[in-house]
């Protein structure tokens, strides 16, 4: 062990079912207050896409409305992973997910991070990027609203994105982090 690395303790202070608030210290010595989703061994965030178009989440998200950070939020179709089906894989819960949220399979599924953070300040919640590739964009099955979440669902052309978000930013929509960075890595790969 180098010398000024020393092992990281955490305890929990508060315990829900669904959330733990706990503190650690850092290497510095501080104290540092995070929250931590004990019952899911990572998160996914699936972007589909179907050839020109991509799909957006319109979601109602309590946190922010709570902190008047904003009514709406554009996200993606994403999900706890093992949460609610135990011992899923990633794959298994990238398809569940678009098929609930979406009502949509993907023909093709790209797995592009393994592990983006948010708000690593904030939460240890990491989670996965992954780009679903739709050749028929007809839903297979009526999507959730996971509990009055999603709100609405919209298919927009990749090249009226930019101006998309920043009008909907610009009328106080917050834009989801892990929605920037899965279509960092989309347009990313186009350019290449």
């Not at 983006?116 to 990027?129: D, L, M, N, Q, R």
């Not at 669902?153 to 929605?179: C, F, H, P």
Request: with cysteine; aromatic share 6%.
């Amino acid at each position: 062990m180098h010398k000024n690395s020393r092992l990281i303790m955490n305890k929990v202070l508060y315990d829900t079912e669904y959330l733990q608030l706990k503190s650690t210290t850092s290497k510095s010595g501080n104290p540092w207050v995070y929250a931590h989703r004990p019952n899911v061994t990572n998160v996914v965030v699936i972007l589909p896409v179907c050839r020109d178009e991509i799909l957006f989440l319109t979601e109602e998200r309590p946190p922010l409305q709570a902190e008047d950070k904003g009514k709406y939020c554009i996200g993606l179709p994403a999900g706890l992973v093992g949460d609610e089906r135990k011992g899923e894989s990633i794959e298994e819960a990238i398809k569940a997910e678009l098929k609930e949220e979406a009502g949509l399979i993907a023909d093709k599924i790209e797995i592009k991070v393994n592990k983006a953070a948010g708000s690593s300040g904030c939460v240890s919640e990491t989670c996965v990027i992954a780009i679903a590739y739709i050749n028929d964009k007809n839903t297979v099955c009526p999507p959730v609203d996971d509990g009055g979440i999603i709100v609405d669902r919209v298919w927009i052309k990749k090249e009226n994105i930019l101006e998309w978000l920043n009008k909907k930013n610009a009328e106080g929509y917050v834009i989801s982090s892990s929605t920037l960075g899965a279509l960092f890595y989309l347009f990313a790969e186009e350019k290449l």
